[in-house]
């Protein structure tokens, strides 16, 4: 090691990075050198070039001084991408993260009495106001309002749901499961494709608390099919004096269907239709940062604020401010349709979306590429809403001299900034929806270093 750091190139890292680093990033270079040798992978010790290790070495702790959490490019045309962390927040949203994230604030204070206050009102009449429910609570997600909902409303007590609503959401959210953790006990009715309101209404009895609906948001079953109404699930609760309540998932606060997307169902019409209590996450088609929003019935909001869950899945101030921020988007003088990103990414033109594909397209053959092409696409809301219907869009479809497929794919997400694209039919494709005019420098840059290699 002594023998390393006197050699004038190794050494001089020193002058750049702290000598903890160096010795650190060293040790673990000679680690993977021996490792290769004991491993064969190395039959023969390459010529010692102080130069060539200590630009490794230096790449090593260059690498290990980046954030591990780092921004990425979506070239997926999947606008809410989960593994992607879902919505791009507005910059009103970004600002309030900051100015409550640096300062001190009155996350729990009422400015007007100088008493302790509660975080729920900060946004409480803002959800009311968009949704037309009575009250209002948020929390960290949606599977955590439900759970909350569950467990304030019916633990040990029946809860009643179609067999054709059973679902699971990535990472092992399974609704079957989480109604057993809040301890209440399943009665599934109805079949997988066919339930009807009357099979709710057999099997309420006065074990009943909750007629539970969900949004079967990542899948469809098609063909003879059969879901009850709402409205004549509220007739039934309210004669058996049960909740009627829906895990709506997705949420929209507003109609969608001038985009060609009709299926998803609006939150203030639900509860319109007679719903006690809807669940919904605020960071999949509201845009806004992660949280889960519960809307509904005075009564049974004041139960959920009461239970001492609420205080083990309660929001963040950073995700509360960021939340608050988006909702203020949704009101006048502002154009959610220009201002949340989400709902950007949908409204947008086939046009502009054309001439995002056009422009990257040009820009990629004035770098060199030759084989690059403009196609249309579709691309998809995500986030477990509209799993079906998919969205024209337009994306650029390429191929590399000596990189396979699967090596640009690889390559890319190497990259300073990585670009998540897709494969299509043995190319790589990046579609245009999901980028924005800011990424494409991004993208130029990541191809510029693909080829330089
Ligand atoms: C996405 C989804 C959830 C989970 O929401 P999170 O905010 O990720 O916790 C629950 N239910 C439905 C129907 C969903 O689509």
Do not use: W
């Amino acid at each position: 090691m002594q023998a390393l750091l006197d050699t004038a190139h190794i050494g001089g890292l020193l002058r750049t990075y702290t000598r903890q680093e160096v010795t650190s990033a060293l040790r673990s270079t000679l680690q993977a050198l021996r490792g290769s040798v004991r491993s064969g992978r190395l039959t023969s010790l390459p010529d010692f070039d102080s130069e060539t290790f200590a630009t490794s070495v230096a790449s090593h702790i260059e690498a290990e001084r980046r954030p591990n959490i780092r921004s990425v490019i979506n070239a997926t045309g999947i606008i809410i991408h989960t593994n992607l962390g879902r919505a791009r927040l507005a910059p009103e949203a970004l600002d309030a993260i900051q100015a409550i994230g640096a300062n001190y604030s009155n996350l729990e204070l009422d400015l007007h009495t100088g008493k302790r206050g509660s975080r729920h009102s900060h946004v409480e009449n803002l959800i009311c106001d968009l949704t037309g429910a009575e009250a209002a609570l948020v929390v960290n997600n949606c599977a955590s309002a439900v759970l909350l909902s569950l467990m304030a409303t019916a633990h040990g007590k029946k809860v009643i749901a179609s067999r054709g609503e059973l679902i699971e959401i990535g990472g092992a959210f399974r609704l079957p499961d989480v109604i057993e953790q809040s301890g209440a006990i399943l009665k599934e009715v109805g079949s997988t494709n066919k339930t009807r309101a009357a099979d709710y209404e057999r099997a309420v009895d006065s074990e009943t608390a909750v007629l539970l609906k969900s949004h079967t948001s990542n899948f469809r079953i098609v063909g003879f099919t059969s879901a009850p109404k709402r409205e004549d699930l509220a007739i039934i609760a309210r004669n058996s004096n049960t909740i009627l309540m829906e895990d709506l998932g997705s949420g929209v606060l507003i109609d969608l269907s001038a985009y060609g997307l009709r299926d998803e169902p609006v939150v203030s019409d639900i509860l319109k239709s007679g719903v006690d209590l809807v669940m919904f996450s605020g960071d999949k088609l509201l845009g806004g940062p992660q949280s889960g929003i519960i809307a509904g019935r005075g009564d049974l909001v004041g139960r959920l604020k009461s239970h001492p869950l609420c205080r083990a899945v309660r929001l963040d101030k950073l995700s509360l401010a960021g939340l608050e921020a988006t909702l203020r988007l949704y009101r006048e003088p502002h154009d959610p349709f220009q201002s949340v990103p989400v709902l950007r990414a949908i409204a947008q033109t086939i046009g502009e979306i054309r001439g995002r594909a056009d422009r990257l397209a040009d820009a990629l053959i004035a770098s060199g590429l030759e084989d690059v092409t403009v196609a249309k696409s579709a691309a998809y809301v995500g986030g477990g809403s509209l799993p079906q219907q998919d969205l024209e869009s337009y994306a650029v479809s390429l191929s590399v001299p000596s990189y396979t497929v699967d090596a640009i794919v690889a390559a890319l997400r190497a990259a300073e900034t990585p670009i998540v694209g897709l494969i299509r039919s043995n190319r790589f494709v990046m579609d245009a929806r999901t980028l924005t005019d800011e990424d494409l420098p991004f993208v130029l840059k990541a191809f510029r270093g693909l080829r330089g290699r």
